[in-house]
C-alpha cells in the first residue's frame, strides 16, 4: 500500500499532468479558432476539456475558487499568447505579401449557447459600437457591472487592458 | 534642468521584508493629486493630501539658502512658491505621463508623504484617465516603479463613482445615492468628461468627452489677451492664475483688471472680455454634450435624471457655471433641471474610490512591480 507521502506526490504529478494537457487542448482551440476552424475549436471547447477540467479540479484539492482562478488565469494567458503570436504572424505576412494578409484574418465568432461559463471568453462578441470603442476606450465597462461588485470591476479593467495592449 | 540632481533623487529604495500593508488610493492628476492612505488592518484614513502635480527643478548657480535646505528638486506649493528660482515640470498634460523624470520624482516624493515603517509593503491603486492607451499605463507604471510594491490602474470615472457614494448611508430613506441615476459633468485640465451613472460601471453609451477643458481655456484666453495687446508680456501659467481667481460666465461681478508687464513695466489690462469668452466656449461645450447624453438616458429616467447633474473638476469652480447651465437647459425645454456643483472634492472622490478598491481588491488582482 502507498504512503500518505506518496499518495500526494501521485496526486501532484497526476494534477500536472492534467494541467499540462488543458493548457495544450486551450492553446489547440484558440488556434484553430484563429484558422477559422470553429467546428474543430468548439468540439475541444465543449467536449474534451470539460471532463479533463473536472479531473484536474479533483486531482489538485484546492479551494473551489482558487482552482476557478487559476483556470481563469490559464484562459487568458494562453488566449493572450495565441493572440500575440497571431498579430507578429499577420504583420510578418502583411510585409511579405500585403494584398493577402487582411484576407487571412479571420473574424471571431460568437460564443455558442452551450459553451460552458468559463469559455465565453474565448470567443469575441459580436460588432457592436460597444465593442469597437473598447480598443480605444480603455474605461468602458465591457458588460454591466454593478457599482457595488469592485473585484468584477477590478477584473474587467484588467481584461480590458489585456485586450487593448494586444491591439496597441 | 539640473540632471544631477534628478539623477540622485532617483537611488533605488533597498529590498525589505514586508510585515504591514499600507493602502493607497492615489488620482495622479494634471493640476493636482489627491493622496489617500490607510493601513489594511484600520478604516482610518492616515494620510490625507492634496499637491499640486508639479517639479521644480533649482536652475544652476542659485546661491546658497534661496531655497530651503539648499534642496535640488521641489514639489507642489514649495516649488511654486519659489517659481523664480526653479525650473517648474509638470509631470503630466492631460491626464497623461508627459515627463517620466519628472513623473518619477513626484511619485517619490508622494511616497515620502506616507511616513511608513521600515517594513511595509504599500499597494497603491492609481486612477488612470478614461482613454489612458497602453502606452500611458505603462509610462505610470515606470513612473511608479520603486515607488510602490503592488499597484492597480483603474479607470477615474469608475473610482470616481465608487468614491461619491456612501455605503454606510445606503439604507437611510434621506440619503440620495448620486451614481443611481445622475448625469456627472467633470471638467478637468485636459478633457471634460460627461458620464451618466445608472447604478453600474459607465458603459459606452453612457459617455461623451471633448478635450476643451481647463488646459483649453487658458490657451485660448491667452491668444486672446495677446491679440487685443500685443506688447503685454503673459505665459499661459499666468493665464492660469488669471482664471482660477476671477473665471465666470455670463455676466462677471466685476471688470477683471490684472497686472501684466509690458517691457518691464507693470500696467493693467483689462481681460473681461477675453476670459468670459473662454469660459462661455466651456459652458456651450458642456451644454451641447449634457444633451446628447439626456437623449441617451431612459425616458422614464429622465425627470429623476434631470435633477441630479453634477459639476465636478477644477473647470467647475468657474463662477456661475452650475446657474449658467441649469438656466440655459431650462430654456432649452428640460423640466425642473437641478445642477450642483462638487467643486475640487472630486480629486478626493477618485482618490477615496482608489482606496475603497484597494480594500476589497483580490490578491490576484494587484501587480506586483520592483522595488
Not at chain 1, 479540479?57 to 484546492?62: G, K, N, Q, R, V
Not at chain 1, 454591466?144 to 474587467?156: F, G, K, Q, S
Not at chain 2, 521644480?56 to 517659481?83: C, M, W
Not at chain 2, 471688470?255 to 513695466?265: C, K, P, T
Amino acid at each position: 500500500m502507498p504512503s500518505p507521502a506518496q499518495n500526494t506526490e501521485e496526486t501532484t504529478a497526476e494534477a500536472d499532468r492534467l494541467w499540462r494537457l488543458i493548457a495544450g487542448h486551450l492553446r489547440e482551440a484558440c488556434i484553430l479558432r484563429r484558422q477559422g476552424r470553429h467546428h474543430a475549436a468548439a468540439e475541444i471547447l465543449e467536449r474534451e476539456l470539460p471532463p479533463l477540467i473536472r479531473q484536474w479540479s479533483t486531482e489538485c484539492a484546492l479551494p473551489t475558487a482558487e482552482a476557478k482562478a487559476r483556470l481563469n488565469q490559464l484562459f487568458t494567458d494562453e488566449q493572450a499568447r495565441v493572440e500575440s503570436h497571431w498579430i507578429i504572424a499577420r504583420f510578418l505576412a502583411a510585409n511579405n505579401d500585403p494584398g493577402n494578409a487582411a484576407d487571412r484574418l479571420v473574424a471571431f465568432p460568437t460564443a455558442p449557447a452551450a459553451t460552458p461559463s468559463g469559455m465565453q471568453s474565448l470567443f469575441a462578441a459580436p460588432p457592436s459600437q460597444a465593442t469597437s470603442a473598447a480598443m480605444f476606450f480603455p474605461a468602458i465597462a465591457p458588460r454591466r457591472i454593478p457599482i457595488a461588485d469592485v473585484v468584477d470591476m477590478i477584473d474587467a479593467t484588467q481584461e480590458i487592458a489585456r485586450t487593448a495592449a494586444l491591439h496597441h | 534642468m539640473n540632471s544631477s540632481s534628478k539623477s540622485a533623487a532617483l537611488e533605488e529604495t533597498p529590498v525589505q521584508t514586508a510585515t504591514d500593508t499600507l493602502l493607497v488610493g492615489l488620482d495622479f492628476g494634471t493640476n493636482t493629486s489627491a493622496l489617500l492612505a490607510s493601513s489594511s488592518k484600520s478604516n482610518d484614513i492616515s494620510i490625507r493630501e492634496l499637491i499640486p502635480s508639479i517639479v521644480g527643478y533649482a536652475k544652476d548657480g542659485i546661491l546658497d539658502g534661496v531655497l530651503p535646505g539648499n534642496a535640488t528638486v521641489l514639489f507642489g506649493n514649495e516649488a511654486l512658491k519659489r517659481k523664480l528660482y526653479v525650473n517648474l515640470v509638470r509631470p503630466l498634460k492631460g491626464g497623461t505621463i508627459a515627463d517620466l523624470d519628472s513623473a518619477r520624482h513626484f511619485a517619490r516624493h508622494l511616497r515620502s508623504r506616507l511616513s511608513i515603517s521600515p517594513n511595509t509593503e504599500i499597494r497603491a491603486v492609481i486612477g488612470v484617465p478614461a482613454k489612458a492607451d497602453p502606452s500611458a499605463r505603462e509610462a505610470l507604471r515606470q513612473a511608479v516603479t520603486g515607488v510602490f510594491d503592488k499597484v492597480l490602474f483603474i479607470p477615474e470615472p469608475f473610482l470616481a463613482a465608487l468614491g461619491l457614494r456612501d455605503e454606510s448611508r445606503l439604507g437611510d430613506a434621506g440619503y440620495a445615492d448620486p451614481v443611481r441615476n445622475s448625469l456627472f459633468i467633470d471638467i478637468g485640465g485636459g478633457s471634460t468628461d460627461l458620464c451618466l451613472m445608472r447604478g453600474y460601471y459607465p458603459q459606452a453609451e453612457d459617455q461623451v468627452s471633448t478635450t476643451f477643458a481647463g488646459d483649453a481655456i487658458d490657451q485660448m484666453v491667452h491668444n486672446a489677451i495677446l491679440q487685443t495687446y500685443p506688447d503685454c508680456q503673459i505665459s499661459l501659467h499666468k493665464v492660469c492664475e488669471i482664471k482660477e481667481r476671477h473665471s465666470f460666465v455670463m455676466s462677471p461681478e466685476t471688470q477683471v483688471v490684472v497686472d501684466l508687464v509690458v517691457a518691464g513695466r507693470t500696467r493693467q489690462f483689462d481681460v473681461t472680455e477675453q476670459l468670459g469668452a473662454g469660459c462661455d466656449a466651456l459652458l456651450k461645450h458642456i451644454l451641447d454634450l449634457s444633451r446628447t447624453l439626456i437623449a441617451r438616458a431612459d425616458p422614464d429616467a429622465v425627470p429623476e435624471l434631470l435633477q441630479n447633474i453634477v459639476l465636478t473638476g477644477g473647470g467647475s469652480l468657474v463662477r456661475g457655471l452650475g446657474v449658467a447651465l441649469q438656466t440655459l437647459l431650462i430654456e432649452d425645454g428640460y423640466e425642473n433641471p437641478k445642477v450642483s456643483v462638487i467643486g475640487p472634492n472630486y480629486k478626493e472622490q477618485v482618490a477615496r474610490g482608489a482606496l475603497k478598491a484597494a480594500r476589497q481588491a483580490k490578491e490576484r488582482q494587484w501587480q506586483t512591480i520592483l522595488r
